[in-house]
Nanobody, 134 residues
Framework: QLQLVESGGGLVQPGGSLRLSCAASGFKPEYYNIGWFRQAPGKEREGVSCFTASHYDSTYYADSVKGRFTVTRDSAKQAVYLQMDNLKPDDTAVYYC??????????????????????????WGQGTQVTVSS
């Protein structure tokens, strides 16, 4: 059974940092396109960062997090991470990781995956709450 489990959320003061983890079981995330999304109360889901398995397209970061958030992948641990620095109250949301099995021969845009193709992601974690507040 393919599964994604997020962890690492919590309460942090503005300017602080958190590292979210996304652990995969039943599959190797290195072969999948990966996305980090978030949803705040009363708001639509937002693509935070997306990257492809082959990295032929540059990693996408939403403008709101560019320069503050960084995604990494540890193939040995079958995990993906979202390092979040200089957190702001507007970053408060439930954060989700998602995986998409890339169709052979198809080129994926990391921006498109994050911005308007999130429904193509087949596997989603349960989410982890991040609250930025003083």
């Amino acid at each position: 059974q393919l599964q994604l489990v997020e962890s690492g959320g919590g309460l942090v003061q503005p300017g602080g940092s958190l590292r979210l983890s996304c652990a995969a079981s039943g599959f190797k995330p290195e072969y999948y396109n990966i996305g980090w999304f978030r949803q705040a109360p009363g708001k639509e889901r937002e693509g935070v960062s997306c990257f492809t398995a082959s990295h032929y397209d540059s990693t996408y970061y939403a403008d709101s997090v560019k320069g503050r958030f960084t995604v990494t992948r540890d193939s040995a641990k079958q995990a993906v991470y979202l390092q979040m620095d200089n957190l702001k109250p507007d970053d408060t949301a439930v954060y989700y990781c998602a995986a998409l099995w890339p169709i052979g021969g198809r080129r994926y845009s990391t921006q498109a995956m994050c911005v308007d193709q999130s429904d193509q992601f087949e596997y989603w974690g349960q989410g982890t709450q991040v609250t930025v507040s003083s």
